[in-house]
């Protein structure tokens, strides 16, 4: 069953500033996804954009908006150099977990300065 639904669209130059900040980053990103995002080189801005897009997309598809939610919690990684998948921890978790949900699935995609997310959360 669906729980939600949630979409979000970054403009890429929006991430510019941010992929120079550090403290920045470091505020809205977790250590494991800086790290994944830096590995790209050309790539980071966009990376970071879309990365933020679900973090976005994911309080939407639980309803809450960000009431209690560290967006640190809300992860974007790709294991295995897979499609990207949405971990949770801490405070997003026991969102979802609060939601009635039990699985997030995201998409990602980019057009232009645009990058795009949407997640469905699932019981």
Do not use: C, Q, Y
Request: aromatic share 4%; charged share 25%; proline share 2%.
């Amino acid at each position: 069953m669906i729980v939600g639904v949630g979409v979000d669209a970054v403009k890429v130059s929006r991430l510019e500033k941010w992929a120079a900040d550090s403290a920045l980053l470091e505020r809205f990103f977790d250590p494991r996804e800086i790290s994944a995002v830096r590995e790209r080189g050309g790539g980071m801005v966009r990376s970071l954009a879309a990365r933020f897009a679900a973090k976005e997309a994911f309080v939407k598809a639980l309803g809450t908006g960000l009431a209690g939610i560290v967006l640190r919690d809300i992860m974007v990684l790709n294991p295995l150099d897979r499609r990207p998948e949405l971990t949770l921890e801490g405070s997003a978790l026991e969102a979802l977990r609060v939601s009635g949900g039990t699985r997030a699935h995201l998409s990602l995609t980019h057009e232009g300065d645009m990058a795009i997310a949407l997640v469905v959360v699932e019981a």
